[in-house]
């Protein structure tokens, strides 16, 4: 079965960081393409951040690049998202996507992980 | 960007009722079109995807079809479970955009 675990999300002010990992099992993690959707509260879905199945290609969306970096550990199963330079903007539940194939189509998705910026 | 344009943005209907919804994508996407399943609080669960595939273990009562531009996907029998939040999502590029949903509530 597949199980895609968010975690590292909380409360954080303007400018500040934070790391999210998404723990990935029941699969064969090391194939597949991932990405970070977020979805602001009582809005629709915003695609954040892809990689590709080996790590060495990324895309992000043009409202995160530059802030946002997405990185995966194999030797883990882990996906992460380090996000710096937080803006109010920025607040949103961000879901873990496992790609079906190629790199947008996703089949699986993680439960969540809340980050909130305020001061 | 591909802009994804979802109609209705709600709709009401009742258990039994046959339910249909529309996406539209701003260009030819040919079939990388995909459905969501959203309910309050919870992670957006895949329906279809390739335009018409059904996901494995989603009941048959979802169906989707189009090509190109205009899409549908189609509830065949309501029930109590499916009032839930649908959204489209095109992946034929760089980035992939969702239509803004529709929310399906009860009549």
């Known amino acids: 079965e597949v199980q895609l675990l968010e975690s590292g999300g909380g409360l954080v002010q303007p400018g500040g960081s934070l790391r999210l990992s998404c723990a990935a099992s029941g699969f064969a993690f090391s194939t597949y393409a991932m990405s970070w959707v977020r979805q602001a509260p009582g809005k629709g879905l915003e695609w954040v951040s892809a990689i590709s199945s080996g790590g060495a290609n990324t895309y992000y969306a043009d409202s995160v690049k530059g802030r946002f970096t997405i990185s995966r550990d194999t030797s883990k199963n882990t996906l992460y998202l380090q996000m710096n330079s937080l803006r109010a903007d920025d607040t949103a539940v961000y879901y873990c996507?496992?790609?079906?194939?190629?790199?947008?189509?996703?089949?699986?998705w993680g439960q969540g992980t809340l980050v909130t910026v305020s001061s | 960007d591909i802009q994804m344009t979802q109609s209705p943005s709600s709709l009401s209907a009742s258990v039994g009722d046959r339910v249909t919804i529309t996406c539209r994508a701003s260009?030819?996407?040919?079939?990388?079109l995909a459905w969501f399943q959203q309910k309050p609080g919870k992670a957006p669960k895949s329906l279809i995807y390739a335009a018409s595939s059904l996901q494995s273990g989603v009941p048959s009562k979802f169906s989707g079809s189009g090509s190109g531009t205009d899409f549908t996907l189609t509830i065949s029998s309501l029930q109590p479970e499916d009032f839930a939040t649908y959204y489209c999502q095109h992946y034929k590029s760089y980035p992939p955009t969702f239509g803004q949903g529709t929310k399906v509530e009860i009549k």
């Open positions: 260009q030819d996407i040919s079939n990388y």
């Open positions: 996507a496992k790609t079906r194939e190629g790199w947008f189509s996703f089949d699986y």
